[in-house]
């Protein structure tokens, strides 16, 4: 059995795909490419596949993951184009890789967001973020199907900083730009969250909801504060495989 781990987007209008519907839509791309899916045991068999750390509905996503298990070997990029020509413009597969090592899941340890603030000065969300960044708790509630849970979510967030970027559409209007890193904790810390810590330390209110953006998802590197890529493990073990196999065939 190979498993094949793919890197896919949620761009444009596509950011208000739910989890449940990209599932939809990616088990239909499966049929139309006729991949050779692995499936599950039982009266109701599934195609094997695993998602990990979906981002929420809503927000768009340059880094979102999975893995599939197939019951024939196919070469991972064949399959990657193959797939991105059966999902609708938006959802994107950008990267597939062999998975040669263990523990997907256990590398998306830390988020990087963008937040963009239209109708909100840069300065005034400087000293937002200052205020935030002094705080030593952060509390902010959220809604559940049991009812409103109070959390501090202060210790998740990693860095918030302002962000110098262009806007995608011009505009007269101010618009603030926010570059998070959060780590994945229980309960999770979302961009939301921390909007509504903004608003709680600082009163900061944009007019209009925020337009958020994952940049990326991985391992969190202490050294560096950094976020790593997760498969980039899976590419340096294909790497060393190739290396080796092409070492046994040279003429000694």
């Known amino acids: 059995m190979q498993r094949i781990r793919l890197r896919y987007t949620k761009r444009g209008r596509l950011r208000f795909t739910s989890h449940r519907d990209f599932q939809r839509a990616f088990e239909r791309a499966l049929r139309r490419a006729d991949v050779p899916m ?6 109701t068999p599934h195609p094997k596949v695993s998602y990990a750390n979906a981002a929420p509905t809503g927000t768009g996503s340059e880094a979102e993951y999975l893995e599939i298990a197939l019951t024939e070997a196919r070469d991972p990029e064949k399959l990657r184009m193959l797939l991105d020509e059966s999902l609708p413009a938006g ?10 090592t ?24 400087e000293q937002a973020v200052a205020a935030f960044n002094a705080a030593e708790s952060v509390e902010v509630q ?24 262009t806007a995608d559409r011009p505009t007269d209007q101010p618009c603030a730009i926010l570059r998070l890193v959060v780590r ?12 509504s810590g903004l608003r709680a330390v600082a009163d900061l209110a944009p007019p209009v909801p925020a337009a958020v953006t994952r940049l990326a998802q991985g391992l969190f590197d202490e050294e560096t504060g950094t976020v790593t890529d997760p498969l980039a493990l899976d590419r340096e073990a294909a790497t060393a495989t190739a290396g080796s196999a092409a070492a046994a065939k040279a003429p000694a």
Do not use: M, Q
């Not at 049991?146 to 900083?161: C, Q």
């Not at 994945?184 to 909007?195: I, K, N, S």
């Open 91 to 100: 959802l994107d597969v950008i990267e597939a890789v062999e998975a040669r």
């Open 184 to 195: 994945h904790v229980t309960p999770a810390v979302r961009p939301d969250d921390v909007l």
């Open 142 to 165: 959220r809604r559940t199907k049991n009812g409103i849970r109070t959390f501090d979510a202060r210790p998740a967030v990693v860095d918030l900083e302002t962000h110098s970027t």
């Open 38 to 43: 692995a499936y599950s045991a039982g009266f």
């Open 102 to 125: 263990s523990g997907l899941a256990d590398r998306l340890t830390a988020s990087v967001w963008e937040l963009r603030l239209d109708g909100v000065e840069p300065d005034r969300a």
